[in-house]
Nanobody, 122 residues
């Protein structure tokens, strides 16, 4: 079992930047695929970005070129650097840990953090 704790959310203006962090404890972090999801009010949870144990990265089309996911296996932390933020990025951002070789974008497995709120004002 993995315990996850997100941080770094807040209020930012359109065009601004913010970095989210997700600290993990428990199971060997380096073996996990780390995935960011987000959920806006009244909408379904959606995939944002993922990083595999080998640091291969994947992004939703809506954030490609603006967001960057990275990991620090010494600090057991995954980051999401968000630039050129838009009001439609407003959501609760959730960190998810899945098996390194079996992760999916569906978000139906693994461990979850409680989320951190990002609000982008227009």
């Amino acid at each position: 079992q993995v315990q996850l704790a997100e941080s770094g959310g807040g209020l930012v203006q359109t065009g601004g930047s913010l970095r989210l962090s997700c600290a993990a404890s428990g199971r060997a972090f380096s073996t996990l695929a780390m995935v960011w999801f987000r959920q806006a009010p009244g909408k379904e949870r959606e995939f944002v970005a993922a990083i595999t144990p080998f640091s291969n990265t994947y992004y939703a089309d809506s954030v490609k070129g603006r967001f960057t996911i990275s990991r620090d296996n010494v600090k057991n932390t995954v980051y999401l650097q968000m630039n050129s933020l838009k009001p439609e990025d407003t959501a609760v951002y959730l960190c998810n840990a899945q098996g390194g070789s079996s992760w999916t974008r569906r978000g139906t497995s693994g461990s979850w953090g409680q989320g951190t709120q990002l609000t982008v004002s227009s």
